[in-house]
């Protein structure tokens, strides 16, 4: 595993350094500081539900992360 520290900011992470790597990379992002969220009502970790998620996605075919990560560059 490698780690990169970055900064957040309107929904983009920059890396304080260049990363390179030739296939797709799974990511953790960890918030190292207490940040205030523009949402009404917090997640919180009970409020996730891995069975309820697998029921949800068990039909869709394609990756989940290219879709949300599609679905997000539509939306800049």
Same mark, same amino acid.
């Given at each position: 595993? #490698?780690? $990169?520290? *970055?900064?957040?900011? @309107? *929904? +983009?992470?920059?890396?304080?350094? =260049? /990363?390179?790597?030739?296939?797709? $990379? +799974? $990511? %953790? =992002?960890?918030?190292?500081?207490? $940040?205030?969220? @523009?949402?009404? +009502?917090?997640?919180? %970790?009970?409020? /996730? ?7 949800? %996605? +068990? ?6 992360? @290219?879709? #949300?990560?599609?679905? !997000? !560059?539509?939306? %800049?």
């Amino acid at each position: 595993m #490698v780690t $990169v520290l *970055g900064t957040y900011k @309107d *929904g +983009k992470i920059e890396l304080d350094k =260049v /990363f390179s790597s030739e296939n797709p $990379v +799974k $990511v %953790l =992002v960890t918030f190292l500081e207490e $940040v205030n969220s @523009d949402s009404e +009502k917090p997640l919180k %970790l009970s409020d /996730f539900s891995f069975a309820e998620s697998q029921e949800i %996605l +068990k039909d869709y075919k394609g990756s989940f992360s @290219d879709a #949300v990560i599609e679905e !997000r !560059r539509a939306a %800049l």
